[in-house]
């Protein structure tokens, strides 16, 4: 038998995941083909299934409304019961999204692709509050999209809280009406500047930035606090450093170094676990560390520094 493709959907509640499924198979041509699609709701959201349309296409709704009933078993029966080619998984956002990446799916059951929905006016508040919980929504998902995007959205932070724990995510940013937002994101430094200046607040942001647009920051030069983090098994070169700063990227057990290499000629190059002020000169070349091509930088002026107040840095 062939595989049943699964297209998972997470995200909060009223972030759109219901609305996004329905305009996939109405709007987008995905029911087209005839097949016997599967929509499985964990959650009563504003946004009702018109059941009596998607019959239309061969499209049934089943509900699971407790997190102990989403189980292989209860997921096999559903899958004998409809025989779907497709099933659109509409998952709690309130729900542990790894487990359905670690349990076994029914017989043929392949999740193919996995889309998170955020509400845009609300993210921050959840980031606030719920940070973990909404961060867990896309540490695999393969596309986020973010609805309900003003002129006023920072596309920029939102972008890199999600990059934060899931670098290939693609991003997508949704107006009200439906339209796609493609304008360029703000950032809260100067990219222009003779010296682009990178406070404690704005470095996970313009890291990020950085690691995913390296050809926008080739040739430029940037200053920053920066602490020399050296992995101690041997394997940088001679006159290579690594400075950058721990972040928090969902919580307080999920803190990563944020770090770029630095090729210096110094006799003496600044100790593991010291502080640095530093101004250097960007250049996008290969690097055996990134696996190909990035950011390097190339020290203009290095100077000792003091420990901040806050060692972490944040996305927000």
């Not at 995200?11 to 996004?20: A, I, Q, V, W, Y």
């Not at 607040?201 to 050809?215: E, R, V």
């Amino acid at each position: 038998m062939a595989e049943i493709p699964v297209y998972f959907f997470t995200g909060f509640m009223d972030s759109g995941k219901t609305t996004l499924i329905q305009e996939t198979l109405f709007e987008n041509g995905f029911a087209e083909d005839d097949e016997r699609i599967l929509i499985i709701a964990c959650e009563d959201g504003d946004v009702e299934y018109d059941v009596d349309k998607l019959k239309t296409i061969g499209a049934s709704v089943a509900t699971i409304d407790k997190e102990e009933d989403f189980t292989t078993q209860r997921l096999q029966q559903l899958s004998d019961e409809y025989r779907p080619e497709a099933v659109f998984l509409e998952y709690n956002g309130t729900w542990s999204v790894g487990d359905v990446y670690e349990m076994t799916l029914p017989k043929d059951w392949v999740i193919v692709q996995s889309l998170a929905t955020v509400d845009a006016t609300t993210f921050e508040m959840y980031l606030a509050n719920m940070r973990a919980m909404m961060m867990e929504q896309f540490f695999q998902a393969e596309v986020v999209i973010f609805n309900r995007c003003t002129d006023d959205t920072p596309k920029t932070k939102f972008r890199s809280n999600i990059k934060a724990v899931n670098r290939p995510a693609q991003i997508v940013y949704e107006r009200a009406d439906g339209t796609i937002d493609d304008r360029e994101e703000e950032l809260p430094f100067d990219i222009d500047a003779d010296v682009i200046e990178i406070s404690d607040a704005d470095y996970a942001l313009w890291f990020m930035d950085c690691m995913d647009n390296p050809k926008k920051y080739d040739g430029k030069t940037v200053h920053f606090l920066g602490l020399v983090y050296n992995p101690q098994d041997g394997k940088l070169k001679r006159g290579v450093i690594v400075p950058g700063r721990f972040a928090m990227t969902c919580c307080v057990e999920d803190i990563t170094f944020l770090g770029m290499m630095c090729k210096t000629e110094l006799a003496n190059t600044p100790a593991h676990r010291s502080w640095i002020d530093l101004t250097a000169k960007i250049k996008v070349e290969f690097a055996r560390e990134y696996k190909g091509k990035g950011p390097v930088l190339y020290p203009v002026e290095i100077k000792p520094a003091e420990k901040p107040a806050d060692e972490l840095v944040y996305f927000s």
